[in-house]
């Protein structure tokens, strides 16, 4: 029979609903609380649960939100409550609750709820991307959400002041509706039509970084704000240079008077290294969770050492090398050794890595493959985001990766 989680802090909702269920035949799992309940649900992978909403640590309807948002609501979900509202229930309705209890839970009733959840199809699928609701333990990252919504409510047009450490496609995705359209425009290298804006109705244009952007992108994006009423977009763009300073490099000056209009300075992953455990814990859920790596979990060592490295090439980089340490450790926990051993090296290489005892010439060869080695991993081998990485046309960085002895990642072209 199925796996049933049960997450209320009443110890006796919990033997009652437990000895009911078990009746049945059904596999019951307890948990007391949000943190017992996040615990079961990843290690244990219950096929249906009943969430309690007023709980002491984190209410019920939190909890749904954080599933829900790290692509985790995979699972049928019925929320239960003894003082539970018709708005409270909308509420968890909206966010993906199928049903909706309250106590004291007629017998029928559960029953009944609990075959309609079983008889559901498992949701399939790759889970949307993260967004800085899946982080509702840190202070700095929530109030980060509430500022990206709020602007979001009375802006199209958001720029990000960001710098190493970026956070910046967290944040864009932040403002993506759900399943909605997501276009970079830094890939598109020919000239923008409307047929790509009506592919991208409702969606988001994201830039990466502004200085990046040809002659012919920067007209891309011209393109698209002046119609992003007509295709209900939104445009998140991101540089680490002034106003000024673009206007430097030839950017048109009306262009960059309404990218700059609203802006926000969003932090670094060094300013909530606090939360780089959290971040870096809810990147490798999703990525379980989106079918990209077995089942892995860090151990509290693991997250120490990874909050102590430096991460200058922002959420990307972190993604990058969460993914890397769950392909490459053999077991089931994440350890400190895996991480020294598999990432470690990467992070000191620009330190360590270069000897200062020899030519100029060699030791410029050994530092560039350093460089696009570092760049290569982060990028997944995309030769089309590392030319824009690295700012080098594509035939150039081609040879000079064959230069360097290194393999050009012709498979993951379009990635």
């Not at 956070?167 to 425009?185: K, Y």
């Not at 992070?347 to 080695?373: C, I, K, M, N």
């Amino acid at each position: 029979m199925a796996k049933i989680l049960i997450v209320d802090d009443e110890v006796g909702i919990r033997e009652l609903l437990s000895e009911i269920l078990r009746d049945e035949g059904h596999d019951v799992l307890l948990a007391e609380n949000a943190a017992a309940a996040r615990a079961a649900r990843n290690a244990l992978r219950p096929d249906m649960v009943l969430l309690d909403i007023w709980m002491p640590d984190t209410d019920g309807i939190t909890l749904l939100k954080e599933w829900a948002a790290n692509g985790q609501l995979t699972m049928p979900v019925v929320m239960m409550s003894g003082h539970g509202t018709i708005d409270t229930a909308v509420e968890a309705t909206r966010i993906g609750a199928i049903d909706y209890l309250e106590k004291p839970i007629a017998l029928q009733k559960l029953l009944a709820a609990v075959k309609r959840g079983l008889q559901r199809p498992q949701a399939a699928g790759t889970p949307a991307p993260l967004t800085l609701a899946a982080f509702t333990r840190s202070v700095p990252l929530r109030e980060l959400r509430r500022r990206v919504e709020q602007i979001a409510v009375n802006s199209r047009v958001l720029l990000l002041r960001v710098g190493s450490g970026s956070l910046a496609e967290l944040v864009a995705r932040s403002v993506q509706a759900g399943s909605a359209p997501w276009l970079d425009l830094a890939m598109v290298t020919t000239p923008l039509d409307l047929n790509q804006l009506q592919a991208s109705h409702g969606g988001v244009l994201f830039v990466g970084e502004l200085a990046r952007l040809s002659r012919a992108q920067q007209k891309n994006l011209a393109f698209a704000l002046d119609r992003l009423d007509r295709y209900d977009l939104r445009v998140v763009v991101a540089t680490d240079r002034s106003l000024d300073a673009l206007l430097a490099e030839g950017w048109e000056e009306s262009l960059l008077a309404r990218l700059f209009e609203v802006s926000l300075a969003p932090p670094s992953i060094a300013d909530v290294k606090d939360d780089l455990p959290e971040l870096a814990s809810q990147i490798l859920l999703h990525l379980v969770e989106g079918g990209e790596v077995p089942l892995r979990r860090f151990s509290t060592a693991a997250l120490n050492q990874l909050r102590n490295l430096a991460w200058p090439g922002g959420y990307a980089e972190l993604r990058a090398a969460v993914k890397s340490l769950a392909l490459g450790t053999l077991d089931e926990e994440i350890g400190v050794a895996d991480v020294r051993r598999l990432l470690a090296p990467s992070h000191d290489a620009a330190v360590t890595g270069v000897s200062l005892d020899q030519p100029l010439r060699e030791a410029r060869e050994a530092f560039e493959r350093l460089y696009f080695e570092h760049h290569l991993r982060l990028e997944g081998g995309n030769m089309t985001r590392l030319a824009e990485k690295t700012g080098l046309e594509r035939t150039h960085l081609y040879r000079k990766l064959k230069q360097l002895g290194l393999q050009a990642g012709r498979r993951h072209e379009e990635g």
